[in-house]
């Protein structure tokens, strides 16, 4: 009895502690606007929490000492998001419960851009997340155990890509970089694929005429071919929301 009271005990502080951090109105509009899946600076969160930047920075770093929110640093940049589907269920049950739903995210990047660009050499925009999200969904990718900025390219995935005509043994063989990693896309606020194997991807996508890249900015059209192709392999016939 002692034992399961002590449990009990546990669970009870633990969820009081939650309760606390959920109980500042800062730190639950932040939660909410993390509700679409899209990860977002401190500055934004700044923003949208209506509060200064040092103090949205405090409010984020209590949010992920609680685990309620994960950080990703790329570049200068730090983004942060949910930092698990427990989370999202745990803050839509709750806005349920008060009559509110989430907030939608509404991106402010040139539709060109958003749809399809160069995030250096490899794709990023609308398509590079739909891309990245199949690999994912697939196990052609899968995140590394003790690496989470690492994927790693399991067998499935390798005789798939090479299928889609990607060199994935020269990916394989570049040197002093990552294989596959989830890089933050500005415009989407989800990963698209980065790494050696991304910037192979998008190689075979421009050689076999999926995309063809505008002449004066980053951004790559689809073609009427890349587009069945794309339709095809993602088995979705909805348009980008762009």
Request: contains cysteine.
């Amino acid at each position: 009895m002692t034992v399961a009271y002590e449990t009990n005990a546990s669970a009870d502080a633990a969820l009081a502690q939650i309760a606390v951090c959920l109980a500042d109105a800062a730190r639950a509009r932040i939660l909410c606007c993390l509700m679409d899946a899209r990860a977002r600076t401190a500055t934004e969160l700044a923003t949208v929490a209506g509060v200064a930047a040092s103090t949205a920075s405090a409010h984020l770093a209590r949010l992920e000492a609680q685990g309620l929110v994960s950080c990703v640093a790329q570049g200068r940049y730090r983004y942060y998001s949910l930092a698990n589907a427990h989370v999202g269920s745990a803050v839509e049950s709750l806005l349920v419960l008060a009559g509110f739903h989430g907030q939608h995210f509404v991106p402010s990047t040139p539709e060109p851009l958003r749809e399809a660009r160069r995030c250096y050499d490899h794709l990023a925009g609308y398509w590079g997340v739909r891309l990245h999200d199949h690999a994912v969904d697939q196990r052609w990718i899968v995140v590394e155990t003790d690496r989470p900025t690492h994927y790693r390219l399991t067998q499935a995935g390798s005789l798939a890509l090479e299928a889609l005509g990607v060199d994935v043994a020269a990916a394989r063989d570049a040197r002093r970089r990552r294989l596959a990693c989830p890089c933050m896309d500005w415009s989407e606020r989800r990963p698209h694929l980065g790494g050696a194997l991304g910037a192979a991807w998008l190689q075979a996508l421009l050689q076999q005429g999926w995309f063809v890249p505008d002449l004066d900015s980053r951004a790559l059209r689809p073609t009427r071919r890349g587009l069945r192709r794309l339709d095809s392999l993602l088995v979705d016939r909805n348009k980008p929301a762009c």
